[in-house]
T-cell receptor, first 114, second 113 residues
Framework: AQSVTQPDIHITVSEGASLELRCNYS??????LFWYVQSPGQGLQLLLK??????LVQGIKGFEAEFKRSQSSFNLRKPSVHWSDAAEYFCAVGALEYGNKLVFGAGTILRVKS | DSGVTQTPKHLITATGQRVTLRCSPRSGDLSVYWYQQSLDQGLQFLIQ???????AKGNILERFSAQQFPDLHSELNLSSLELGDSALYFCASSPRTRPDTQYFGPGTRLTVL
């Protein structure tokens, strides 16, 4: 079965501090991986994606993520968080073999304290 | 702005009613996906259309149906609504050159009273 686990429901970090959001997946095919961000009352914005090649991918807004096949993980990082980063973050997995539908994690709500 | 539009933004209706949610994909995108985001189930894939044909089905109830029209816009029809159908419904589209990447619309928030 395909599943995505985001073990942290809430995370609070201070503005300027570094951030890491965890994502683990279980998939029966070669996955491609995404991080989306959802601000309150907004849709889902694509932050970054991994398909193949370099396991460290850069995204928008200064975010990056590292794919670790041995750990089935795709953690999202940012070296210095801004107050505007407060939002909910979703990790998602897809595969061509499954028709490209996305399976999402439960999301991590990021709070930024000043 | 992803380029995917959804109408209406909000919809409030009563149990037993029927509603139609509309989605216009990004210009040139042939694939449309529908997802439901609810508090108890999270974000779940419902159904996918590609150039007017159903391509994949997920956890979509029999009371729900969708279609994609020749101009590529899509509609999600929800009937015999129940309180538990209250959710945010997202549409996404993907480009021909990158069918593995989906761009999401702003969503339609459905409230069933």
């Amino acid at each position: 079965a395909q599943s995505v686990t985001q073990p942290d429901i809430h995370i609070t970090v201070s503005e300027g501090a570094s951030l890491e959001l965890r994502c683990n997946y279980s998939y029966g095919a070669t996955p491609y991986l995404f991080w989306y961000v959802q601000s309150p009352g907004q849709g889902l914005q694509l932050l970054l994606k991994y398909f193949s090649g370099d396991t460290l991918v850069q995204g928008i807004k200064g975010f990056e993520a590292e794919f670790k096949r041995s750990q089935s993980s795709f953690n999202l990082r940012k070296p210095s968080v801004h107050w505007s980063d407060a939002a909910e973050y979703f990790c998602a997995v897809g595969a061509l073999e499954y028709g490209n539908k996305l399976v999402f994690g439960a999301g991590t709500i990021l709070r930024v304290k000043s | 702005d992803s380029g995917v539009t959804q109408t209406p933004k909000h919809l409030i209706t009563a149990t037993g009613q029927r509603v139609t949610l509309r989605c216009s994909p990004r210009s040139g995108d042939l694939s449309v996906y529908w997802y439901q985001q609810s508090l108890d189930q999270g974000l779940q894939f419902l159904i996918q259309y590609y150039n007017g044909e159903e391509r994949a089905k997920g956890n979509i109830l029999e009371r729900f149906s969708a279609q994609q029209f020749p101009d590529l816009h899509s509609e999600l029809n929800l009937s015999s609504l129940e309180l538990g159908d209250s959710a945010l419904y997202f549409c996404a589209s993907s480009p021909r050159t990158r069918p593995d990447t989906q761009y999401f619309g702003p969503g339609t928030r459905l409230t069933v009273l």
